[in-house]
């Protein structure tokens, strides 16, 4: 989505405003600028950061022929969340306070519900990033190697 916000594009306009809001892009739109960027950069496999965020996002990527394999989660409490959020973001214009706990609230309304979902299909690697980066490193890489 920042790719598309930088391309200044009409689309990349309207995501940038539903961004600085602490929002979900909708679905459609998402979507279809990320399988505008797969097929610009084919390839076997694909990590793709941040994505579903919606369970209607993950419903219609699957229903444009798309298949989820894997998700990882990484699980970290609220507080840890904020001030990481605060700290790591104090040079971007939607990393206020106010926008990171209605992200924060956003994921617990949207998200959450595509890991429940992908995980009844055991898809679903959990990491537990209220650990040092270190760690959170390693389980990260445990759960991807050797796909990725």
Known sequence: MRAEIKKGTREG????????????????LTVQVLLNALISNPS????????PR???QALHFETMGCECQS???????EDVALERGLAEG?????CTEEAIRARITTYNNETKP????????GKVYEVDA??????????TRSCVLPQV
């Open 13 to 28: 306009a309207a995501i940038a405003e539903i961004v600085n809001k602490g929002d979900l892009v909708p679905y459609e």
């Open 130 to 139: 209220n650990k040092d980066v270190n760690e959170v490193y390693a389980q």
């Open 71 to 77: 998700v990882l989660y990484f699980n970290v409490d």
């Open 114 to 121: 595509v890991i429940d979902f992908y995980n009844k299909f």
């Open 90 to 94: 104090s040079d971007r214009e939607d």
């Open 54 to 56: 919606a369970l209607d």
């Open 44 to 51: 076997k496999q694909y990590l793709i950061d941040g994505f």
